[in-house]
T-cell receptor, first 112, second 113 residues
C-alpha cells in the first residue's frame, strides 16, 4: 500500500470548516483513499473513502485531486467533539481491516 | 447491534509474564485483525485471522500469537512480556469479501511493569 504524508497538527475554530490535507504521490490506480479518526483513548473510527471522485457523507467531504496524488478531508462545521487524530490511508478496496498503515496522522484541535 | 468489543479494558502485567486479550467482532463480520498502538504513534498491524487461521502478519516477533474461534471471536496472546509491549491493543473486524470498512474496538490498555 502507498504511504501518505500529513501535517502533524492543525487548529480550527469551532463552527469553521476544517480542511485536512494528505499527500499520496505514489498511489496506484486501484488504491482508494480512506480517512479514519481516533478520538483520545478510543479506537479508530471510519470517516469516508474515495477513488477519484469527490465524496460526501454525513460526517465529511473528501476532495481528491485529478492526478490523485493528494486529497483533502473537509469537516464543514467543526465542533469540539471533532478534536482527534485524523489518519489518511491509501489501500486497495475490499481488504477490510487487513494491514492498514496508519502513520502518525494529523492532530486536529478545535478551539472554542 | 453490538460493535467490536474487547476485554479487558485495562491490564497490568509484570515483565516476563504472559497475557491474553480477547475480541468479539461486529455482528456479521468474519475477519479479525489486531493492532498495537504505542503512545504517540499510529496503530501498527500485528496479524489478521480468517477461518480460524492467521492469514497475514506484520513485523512482530512470534511472542505474539493469536487464535480465532468458530464464532469468529479472537484472542491475542503475548508471551515473555517486555516493557516495550506496553501499548493500546486494538481489534478490528471486517468482512473478508466485498467492501466493508474496518470497525475498531475501544482497545485494551496493557501496561508492563
Amino acid at each position: 500500500d502507498a504511504k501518505t504524508t500529513q501535517p502533524p497538527s492543525m487548529d480550527c475554530a469551532e463552527g469553521r470548516a476544517a480542511n485536512l490535507p494528505c499527500n499520496h504521490s505514489t498511489i496506484s490506480g486501484n488504491e482508494y483513499v480512506y480517512w479514519y479518526r481516533q478520538i483520545h483513548s478510543q479506537g479508530p473510527q471510519y470517516i469516508i473513502h474515495g477513488l477519484k471522485n469527490n465524496e460526501t457523507n454525513e460526517m465529511a467531504s473528501l476532495i481528491i485531486t485529478e492526478d490523485r496524488k493528494s486529497s483533502t478531508l473537509i469537516l464543514p462545521h467543526a465542533t469540539l467533539r471533532d478534536t482527534a487524530v485524523y489518519y489518511c490511508i491509501v489501500r486497495v478496496a475490499g481488504t477490510g481491516a487487513n494491514n492498514l498503515f496508519f502513520g502518525t496522522g494529523t492532530r486536529l484541535t478545535v478551539i472554542p | 447491534d453490538a460493535g467490536v468489543t474487547q476485554s479487558p479494558t485495562h491490564l497490568i502485567k509484570t515483565r516476563g509474564q504472559q497475557v491474553t486479550l480477547r475480541c468479539s467482532p461486529k455482528s456479521g463480520h468474519d475477519t479479525v485483525s489486531w493492532y498495537q498502538q504505542a503512545l504517540g504513534q499510529g496503530p501498527q498491524f500485528i496479524f489478521q485471522y480468517y477461518e480460524e487461521e492467521e492469514r497475514q502478519r506484520g513485523n512482530f516477533p512470534d511472542r505474539f500469537s493469536g487464535h480465532q474461534f468458530p464464532n469468529y471471536s479472537s484472542e491475542l496472546n503475548v508471551n515473555a512480556l517486555l516493557l516495550g509491549d506496553s501499548a493500546l491493543y486494538l481489534c478490528a473486524s471486517s468482512l473478508v469479501r466485498g467492501f466493508t470498512e474496518a470497525f475498531f474496538g475501544q482497545g485494551t490498555r496493557l501496561t508492563v511493569v
